[in-house]
């Protein structure tokens, strides 16, 4: 009986210690990988640090940059060719949208420059009022139902067509707010109607529209096999 004890006691050390033994092991294993992590750590929390500065000294630049001619010239340029200010001003070397607007109180010159480039840039909304209208391209998707081998089947894709409506509904609100004496109100805009009328129509039936087209694409192509036969 004391044997036994003592047997099953000198077990339970020896477990013990090899327990012991092998979490030292591992804790020395894991020391190296756990310092690198924390260096990794104190670099990446420097580098937040360091930019985190640098954004704050760049936007106390950028809103107190005194005004500088060829910059003007850049922002008209680029006002002209279709960009917004606020995308502009974005860049490192910009001053912010603010300080523009002060310059534009301030510099009699420059505010004349940058009204003509608005007037520019709305010229470019018209063209593409028109192409964003006339571009089809998009207007479809291939889809492929149930991940079946089935060939793909093109049906309208109502997210692209609404977004490109929302593209083309923003243009002409600033023409209309640009020149209202040929996009107000009182002019007519001869549009072609949409004869889906996505915009009204609820998820319930665009989907019942889609499977429709489907439907009619499906027939189509087995009309297609047969004459092919």
């Not at 139902?145 to 929302?166: H, M, S, W």
Request: glycine fraction near 2%.
């Amino acid at each position: 009986m004391s044997n036994t004890f003592l047997s099953v006691e000198n077990d339970s050390r020896l477990w013990e210690e090899a327990a012991e033994k092998t979490r030292r092991e591992f804790e020395e294993l894991r020391a190296p990988y756990e310092r690198v992590a924390r260096e990794q750590e104190r670099l990446h929390a420097e580098q937040e640090a360091i930019e985190a500065k640098r954004q704050v000294e760049l936007y106390v630049k950028k809103r107190t940059l005194p005004y500088s001619e060829p910059l003007a010239i850049e922002i008209c340029e680029r006002v002209s060719s279709g960009e917004l200010l606020i995308n502009i001003c974005a860049d490192e070397h910009m001053p912010t949208v603010r300080r523009v607007t002060q310059w534009l109180r301030e510099r009699n010159d420059f505010a004349i420059l940058y009204k003509e480039s608005i007037n520019d840039r709305l010229t470019i909304f018209e063209e593409e009022v028109i192409k964003i209208a006339d571009d089809v391209s998009r207007d479809f998707r291939d889809v492929v139902r149930n991940g079946t081998n089935e060939r793909p089947v093109r049906v309208l894709d109502g997210g692209a067509i609404a977004r490109a409506k929302l593209r083309v509904e923003v243009r002409l609100k600033h023409l209309k707010a640009y020149k209202p004496q040929i996009w107000g109100e009182q002019s007519t805009l001869n549009v072609k109607s949409d004869p889906l009328d996505i915009d009204n129509m609820s998820t319930e039936e665009l989907a019942a529209k889609i499977a429709e087209l489907e439907t009619k694409d499906r027939i189509v192509n087995e009309d297609r096999k047969v004459l092919a036969a």
